[in-house]
């Protein structure tokens, strides 16, 4: 089974960044489409943004397109997700899921990873 392991939380002030990292590990090296989601208290789980297997492909949903950043490192097994210009709204556990190219299913999950945006 893949490993789904996020890092890079933490609190800001409104307007801060953050950057989140995803790494995904296996006992064999596969590369995997992710999408990072996110769910505040009392709120559903929502698909912030996505990156597919070559990084060629992405999404954001409308709140935060513009302010976030989903990319690959040179290591395909790494995804990152830049959060610029952060709003207490985006206060929330995050957490990044891997899906095999070619499915439409987030079968492996992180355990995830708070991000509070306060002043």
């Known amino acids: 089974q893949v490993q789904v392991v996020e890092s890079g939380g933490g609190w800001v002030q409104p307007g801060g960044s953050l950057r989140l990292s995803c790494t995904t590990s296996?006992?064999?090296?596969?590369?995997?489409?992710i999408g990072w989601f996110r769910q505040a208290p009392g709120k559903e789980r929502e698909l912030v943004t996505a990156?597919?297997?070559?990084?060629?492909?992405?999404f954001y949903t409308s709140s935060v397109r513009g302010r976030f950043t989903i990319s690959r490192g040179q290591a395909k097994n790494t995804v990152y997700l830049q959060m610029n210009s952060l709003e207490p709204e985006d206060t929330a556990v995050y957490y990044c899921?891997?899906?095999?190219?070619?499915?439409?299913?987030?079968?492996?999950w992180g355990q995830g990873i708070q991000v509070t945006v306060s002043s």
């Open positions: 990156i597919n297997w070559s990084g060629g492909l992405t």
């Open positions: 296996g006992p064999t090296f596969s590369v995997y489409d």
């Open positions: 899921a891997a899906q095999q190219p070619g499915t439409s299913e987030y079968e492996y």
